[in-house]
């Protein structure tokens, strides 16, 4: 699977699923806490070309996948 990119924060049991999942399966990940980058919902949504509403917001190379259960069906999907 393709580098996948995790915009999240430390206090979010929905981001901490996600990347336990990325570990778990040896996904290679990049997490970027939004608290620790300073970066708002608005940052997040130009990056990703998405309206942000909630986190965690995850990227499958440069696919957006949307959040947790939508990464977890991906996952799923494409038999890592």
Do not use: N
């Not at 990325?22 to 919902?41: A, F, H, N, R």
């Not at 949504?45 to 259960?69: F, K, M, N, W």
């Amino acid at each position: 699977m393709e580098q996948v990119t995790i915009y999240g924060r430390a206090s979010c049991g929905f981001c901490l699923r996600a990347k336990d999942l990325c570990e778990s399966q040896s996904i290679p990940y990049t997490w970027i806490d939004m608290v620790e980058q300073g970066l708002s919902k608005q940052d997040v949504a130009e990056r990703i070309g998405q309206p942000v509403h909630t986190v965690p917001q995850i990227l499958v190379g440069s696919e957006y996948v949307g959040g947790c259960d939508e990464f977890f069906a991906y996952v799923r999907r494409h038999g890592v």
